[in-house]
């Protein structure tokens, strides 16, 4: 089955810098590679994905790449601010009986800690 | 249309009961999932509906747990004699396959303790 490890566990970035959370992913059929924003006790949210046909997408302060090749896919956030401080998630698309490329595998997480 | 809900929020129980949590998915979504996140990890998948057929359910984790979505709107997932490994947050999501894709909406999830 799909694998996907993320790096860092833990980043730490001056209010206003650019951060930035690496994952890689095993299964060369997944397609679908969202990332998930979750605050402490709350639902994970969805901030931006990215489908296999795409190499990069950018929703104003936040852009994702994707290197199929490498399997291989980030989250850029730039221009920091204190509401930015969660943990991240990213994760990838599994191909499940039935069809369907929708059965997501997640990473371990980023906890992004924004310093003033 | 408010999300996904789920309830309840939080349970406890003792070990060797039975729990069971509901989930009603984002209206006229026709794809529903079960997740279960343990502290400091991202979710884990187990199992989803598409309408009421149930098309993936190897991964859950042991034959106490079951789901169902019976009418393919709501949905249940049941966690028989309960165990203190089975202590976790239990998120449900949902998602209109089909129409934008396969974005995936989370509800709050409903925290389980077993003592």
């Known amino acids: 089955g799909e694998n996907v490890e993320q790096h860092p566990s833990t980043l730490s970035v001056q209010e206003g810098d650019s951060a930035v959370i690496k994952c890689t992913y095993s299964?060369?059929?997944?397609?679908?590679f969202p990332w998930y924003k979750q605050e402490l006790g709350k639902r994970p949210q969805l901030i931006i994905d990215?489908?296999?046909?795409?190499g990069e997408k950018k929703d104003q302060r936040i852009a994702v790449t994707l290197n199929k090749t490498a399997k291989h896919f980030s989250l850029h956030i730039t221009e920091t601010q204190p509401e930015d401080s969660a943990v991240y998630f990213c994760a990838a698309s599994l191909l499940l009986s039935g069809g369907g490329a929708d059965g997501l595998t997640f990473g371990k997480g980023t906890h992004l800690i924004i310093q003033p | 249309d408010t999300g996904v809900s789920q309830d309840p929020r939080h349970k406890i129980t003792k070990r060797g009961q039975n729990v069971t949590f509901r989930c009603d998915p984002i209206?006229?979504?026709?794809?529903l999932y079960w997740y279960r996140q343990t502290l400091g990890q991202g979710p884990e998948f187990l199992t989803y509906f598409q309408n009421e057929a149930q098309l993936e359910k190897s991964r859950l984790l042991s034959d106490r747990f079951s789901a169902e979505r019976p009418k393919g709107s709501f949905s249940t997932l049941e966690i028989q004699r309960t165990e203190q490994g089975d202590s976790a947050m239990y998120l449900c999501?949902?998602?209109?396959?089909?129409?934008?894709?396969?974005?995936?909406?989370f509800g709050e999830g409903s925290w389980l303790t077993v003592v």
């Open positions: 209206s006229e979504h026709n794809r």
């Open positions: 990215i489908r296999s046909n795409v």
């Open positions: 299964d060369s059929a997944s397609n679908y």
């Open positions: 999501a949902s998602s209109l396959l089909g129409f934008s894709g396969n974005t995936i909406y």
